[in-house]
């Protein structure tokens, strides 16, 4: 009986602590781009460009995409499949304003969660300030798995890879027009 007991009592504290941490979380990077917030909105609001500058498509070339509703905008669905670094989801387009697209954001695979995405495209002067974010609520597992791995950090840095890659693009189609 000892035994179990010097078992639980460590199991439960964990769980208490597991508990505690925040219900939500954001998670945000931001970068200044040399490009009208036209033209990356553009970028952002298609989910068909998204293959020109998303991190994620780059962790596996060969997943499977499909799209439905309208080609951009309100209403645009993107649907992916791939390997356990892309795992499987959909983006759906819930709001398309100059200055800020949001989407819901729905992962199957590798772990069942719903965020949503924020893009917001700020002019200062000739530049664009675009800020990629997600929000959602961290169910108790989402809340374990953060005690051992620091997700800020992790999608931190795709989101960041993202926008750098987003520069570039920007950059190569203002060189066209």
Known sequence: MPYLLALLVPIGLFALYVASRPGAFRIARALTI???????????????????????????????????????????IYRWRGNNKVGEGSMTILESAPGKIEIALVFLKPFAASNKAIF????????????????????FMAKAFGVFMNMDELVGKDFAAGLESLKAVAAERATQS
């Open 34 to 76: 040399p490009a009208s917030p036209e033209l990356l909105f553009g970028l952002i609001n298609d989910f068909h460009e998204w293959a020109l500058w998303s991190p994620y498509e780059k962790h596996d070339p060969t997943m499977t995409r499909t799209f439905e509703g309208p080609s951009s905008g309100k209403g645009a």
């Open 120 to 139: 917001t495209l700020d002019r200062e002067g000739d530049v664009t300030r675009v800020t990629w974010a997600m929000e959602g609520e961290n169910a």
